[in-house]
């Protein structure tokens, strides 16, 4: 694991949301994304080294959706980034973390990603994420 790549944060209303973020940063987001496969749209804001990811849902089937029929707004996922996403997936599912998905994925920002069960690591879900080059 390199580094905390982005903190993914989850909202009702993206547009308020980036506005909000927009004054604590005092930057805009320099990339707002639609990720058909999840169902949702983000927005990114660069932090220094990492990067705050804004989720909302665009469909009622998104994850994101779900976890705010559950929970409020807040933080919803810690993204890791690795140089070798399938090597890391073997490796922590061998020492007995659920993978959340078999093979890596595209994600939003130019990413392969996959989620670490969030029952299997502390209540938090885990992402990794892996640079398309
Ligand atoms: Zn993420």
Known sequence: MKKIEHIGIAVHDLEQSEEL???ILNKKP???EKVDSEDV???FFKTGPNK????AATS???AIAKFLSKNKEGIHHIAFE????SKEMKRLKKEGFTILNDKPKKGADN?????????S???VLIELCQEIK
Do not use: Q
Request: overall charge positive.
């Open 21 to 23: 973020f927009s004054k």
């Open 30 to 32: 320099y990339k707002k």
């Open 41 to 43: 749209v983000t927005s």
């Open 52 to 55: 705050i990811e804004l989720l």
């Open 60 to 62: 009622p089937n998104s």
């Open 82 to 85: 690795v140089t070798d996403i």
């Open 111 to 119: 990413k392969l990603v996959c989620f670490v069960h969030p029952k």
């Open 121 to 123: 690591a502390n209540g």
